[in-house]
């Protein structure tokens, strides 16, 4: 099993800039591919990022591809997501998750663990 911890969050004006971190402790981090996915308020959960399992491949939702930048640091079981160029509707509970397959996915149904979130708030 692995546990996530989000860190980063916070209030910003849109066109700003924002670093989320996910740590991630237990078994090898590297065994997994990890995703961001969010949550506004009153919707669904979405997906946002996925990274491979090596950080060779990355995968983006439309809303977010040229913005957001997933990236890992295997040595020290790391997870982040550079979001740039905010906008209102980027303002969500923010998640860290992780899929013990080799496949990345957009799907928040195939990741089995996940963190306790952390708010993004993007004010106009």
């Known amino acids: 099993q692995v546990q996530l911890v989000e860190s980063g969050g916070g209030s910003v004006q849109a066109g700003g800039s924002l670093r989320l971190s996910c740590a991630a402790s237990?078994?090898?981090?590297?065994?997994?591919?990890m995703g961001w996915f969010r949550q506004a308020p009153g919707k669904e959960r979405e997906f946002a990022a996925a990274?491979?399992?090596?950080?060779?491949?990355?995968y983006y939702a439309g809303s977010v591809k040229g913005r957001f930048t997933i990236s890992r640091d295997n040595a020290k079981s790391t997870v982040s997501l550079q979001m740039n160029s905010l906008k209102p509707e980027d303002t969500a509970v923010y998640y860290c998750?992780?899929?013990?397959?080799?496949?990345?996915?957009?799907?928040?149904?195939?990741?089995?663990?996940w963190g306790q979130g952390t708010q993004v708030t993007v004010s106009s």
């Open positions: 237990g078994r090898t981090f590297s065994s997994y591919v």
């Open positions: 998750a992780a899929r013990d397959y080799s496949g990345v996915s957009y799907n928040q149904y195939e990741y089995g663990y």
């Open positions: 990274i491979s399992r090596s950080g060779g491949f990355t």
